[in-house]
């Protein structure tokens, strides 16, 4: 078996991955700490975990319905969240922190290049270190393929088409892992240009919304500019759109988020 194989698409395959998991995902522990338990063959979450108010105060949201590709538009921004204010950071980082605390949620997630790339994922989550990744990716030069990946710790596994499972030959886990480390939040702290947008609705449920660039996180030299929709409710991330730049080759991604500490079972397939 060839692991390059597995990962032909390239650093976008895995940079859509990352983005989908990392930019919001990272665990509450330190880089370079030990998760709280060891990996295990089958991680499993029972129950819904409480999940606790928002980190500040949102502005009065509007009353429309939005589905994917439709909103209200939103209202002005007031003048203490204005662009690129310490305030308008500060909400973003604590939103982006609490779901860091998550136990599982879902992210499906599209995305294109202009070399005709399209990528699209569902990628359940269960803390600590357990992933379940349904993939479908096309090239411009070819038919495109479907790939599954299960992710338990060190242990990878992975599903080409109709073929049976297979170990996988590379530890997927510490290439996943970097996109949810602790210096992704720390960049959105101390680098990101963030500015408040206003209030708005996203599938009925209120939102505000934040415009953030941030730029050569982990060290990679991508920019990407981000626009967050985050609830009202319980000041979690509901959808980010990303526009970004790698190697000269422009991507655009939606990322939408739900069943967030929901139960969640991720089993090891052989």
């Known amino acids: 078996m060839n692991p390059k194989s597995y990962l032909r698409p390239g650093i976008f395959f895995i940079a859509a991955i990352g983005l989908s998991l990392g930019l919001l995902a990272c665990p509450s522990q330190k880089s370079g700490e030990s998760p709280p338990h060891p990996p295990t063959q089958t991680q499993k979450i029972a129950s819904p975990a409480p999940v606790p108010p928002p980190a500040a105060p949102a502005p009065s949201p509007a009353a429309a319905q939005m589905p994917s590709s439709a909103a209200s538009a939103p209202t002005e921004a007031p003048p203490s969240s204005a662009p690129g204010s310490d305030q308008a950071k500060q909400e973003l980082s604590a939103s982006f922190k609490h779901f860091m605390e998550l136990k599982s949620f879902q992210a499906k997630s599209d995305a294109t290049s202009d070399q005709g790339t399209l990528i699209s994922n569902t990628i359940d989550f269960l803390a600590p270190d357990s992933y379940h990744l349904q993939s479908s990716v096309k090239l411009a030069q070819d038919m495109g393929d479907k790939r599954e990946f299960i992710i338990i710790g060190a242990n990878s596994y992975v599903k080409t088409g109709e073929a049976p499972w297979e170990k996988f030959p590379m530890d997927m886990g510490s290439i996943v892992k970097n996109f949810r480390d602790q210096k992704m939040l720390d960049s959105i702290q101390k680098d990101a240009e963030v500015s408040y947008v206003g209030t708005d609705t996203l599938d009925g449920k209120p939102v505000k919304v934040f415009n953030y660039t941030i730029k050569n996180v982990l060290g ?51």
């Open 220 to 270: 990679l030299a991508v920019t990407s500019h981000c626009k967050a929709w985050i609830s009202v409710s319980d000041n979690l991330p509901l959808k980010i759109e990303v526009d970004g730049e790698y190697a000269k080759i422009k991507s655009h991604m939606v990322i939408l988020y739900s069943k967030f500490n929901e139960p969640l079972e991720i089993k090891a397939p052989m």
